[in-house]
């Protein structure tokens, strides 16, 4: 046997050096959603604890959270969040109900569900909010449930961070910021279709999947977004988690909502423009077009409250999947039950029950 001198040592060195460093090239991923890992079995994770409604609005919460398990990708998700920290009355407003009764008349293949989060189980539904929810009730595919905060980021990649320091509460708009994160969960948790809660569906969604919407030629929304359960939809779902956890900003309102998908999408798909982030590029994933779910922009929101350009705005939401009414810059602008402006009249065809049980004001 030859004796391994000195010099060889070295050299025997040298290459094992070499070689894992090769090795450990190979293996770091340019993209930084790898470190979450894929969960590959989703029924496993599909549990949740939450409050179920009983079959009467009038006292929705039941003395014991329950488990139910969520399976399918034809799920639609619309999530309440505006109310976490209340503690008088759960309201939901008629514009919201409407949201919800559209995505089920136009998808009845599909479920739709409302979780509406808040903690308190003594609370009730305030009066009004008791008339929308017997409407919404009325049909087979939506289902309401009554989520804890708590509960719904145990067993997450987000257990530790959102009631951190560095999560929401460092935020200066917690419920915002809140509505932000939850959506992505959310399609960690189930995958399917999250939409905003200012919207009608005019189409079936039932086709789509792993997609988002631009909302101009520059910027991405995250007013809907779609995630499938299987490769690309886990990839998009870990990586916007991933996204949260590391660069969450409290003190920037629009960073966190569509800046985690619009981030991921320049990881994944390689490009800073939007118009660059076709299907073939991202991997299977689209960006929709404006026309599909913003068909007005937020900049000219009130031309769904305005009866003056009418014929022109109901020509340009034709053939989109939905209406976006920009809650945000809308909301106190009223409609009278009956009026002819084009909210007033896509309300009355595509959420006929609750735009005709409202009370005078939609
Ligand atoms: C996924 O988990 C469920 C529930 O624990 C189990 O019944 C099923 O066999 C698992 N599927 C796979 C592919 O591991
Ligand atoms: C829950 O709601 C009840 C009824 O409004 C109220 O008295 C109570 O203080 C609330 N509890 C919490 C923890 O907010
Ligand atoms: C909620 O409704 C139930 C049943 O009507 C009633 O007993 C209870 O007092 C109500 N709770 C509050 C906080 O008003
Ligand atoms: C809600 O309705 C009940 C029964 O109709 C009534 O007694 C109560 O005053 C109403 N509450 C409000 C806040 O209007
Ligand atoms: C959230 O954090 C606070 C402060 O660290 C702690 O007192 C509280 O129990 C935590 N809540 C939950 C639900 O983990
Ligand atoms: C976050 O704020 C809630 C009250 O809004 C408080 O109960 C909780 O302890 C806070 N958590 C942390 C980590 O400060």
Avoid at 29 to 45: M, Y
Avoid at 187 to 200: A, E, Q
């Amino acid at each position: 046997m030859k004796k391994i001198t000195g010099k060889n040592f070295m050299i025997c060195i040298l290459c094992i050096t070499f070689i894992g460093t090769l090795f450990y090239i190979a293996n770091i991923k340019p993209d930084d959603e790898q470190r979450i890992p894929p969960v590959d079995n989703l029924s496993n994770i599909n549990i949740l604890v939450y409050m179920k409604p009983t079959n009467s609005y009038e006292s929705p919460f039941l003395k014991e959270p329950v488990t139910e398990i969520l399976t399918g990708d034809k799920n639609i998700y619309f999530l309440e969040t505006s109310h976490i920290k209340d503690k008088n009355e759960i309201i939901l407003n008629p514009r919201q109900g409407c949201a919800v009764e559209s995505a089920a008349l136009m998808n009845p293949t599909m479920k739709v569900y409302l979780f509406i989060f808040n903690t308190n189980r003594t609370l009730n539904y305030s009066n009004e909010t008791k008339n929308i929810v017997k409407q919404l009730m009325s049909y087979k595919n939506i289902a309401i449930r009554h989520i804890s905060l708590a509960t719904y980021f145990e067993n997450s990649p987000m257990n530790k961070w959102w009631n951190s320091t560095r999560g929401p509460n460092s935020s200066q708009w917690f419920t915002s910021h809140m509505s932000d994160v939850l959506r992505y969960l959310t399609l960690w948790k189930f995958s399917g279709i999250y939409l905003d809660l200012d919207v009608v569906i005019k189409k079936s969604l039932e086709h789509l999947t792993n997609f988002v919407c631009a909302e101009s030629s520059i910027d991405v929304a995250a007013g809907v977004i779609g995630f499938d359960s299987l490769d690309v939809g886990r990839r998009f779902a870990n990586a916007c988690l991933y996204e949260i956890i590391t660069n969450f900003r409290g003190d920037d309102w629009g960073y966190n909502g569509p800046g985690v998908i619009t981030r991921t999408l320049k990881k994944i798909c390689n490009t800073d423009i939007v118009s660059e982030m076709t299907s073939d590029r991202c991997d299977g994933f689209k960006v929709l077009p404006p026309s599909a779910f913003y068909p007005i922009r937020w900049k000219e929101w009130k031309q769904y409250f305005n009866i003056e350009n009418k014929k022109a705005t109901m020509k340009s939401i034709e053939n989109s999947y939905a209406i976006h009414v920009w809650n945000k810059h809308s909301q106190s602008t009223a409609i009278k039950v009956g009026s002819a402006v084009p909210y007033a009249e896509i309300a009355n065809q595509y959420c006929p029950k609750v735009y005709n049980n409202c009370g005078d004001t939609f």
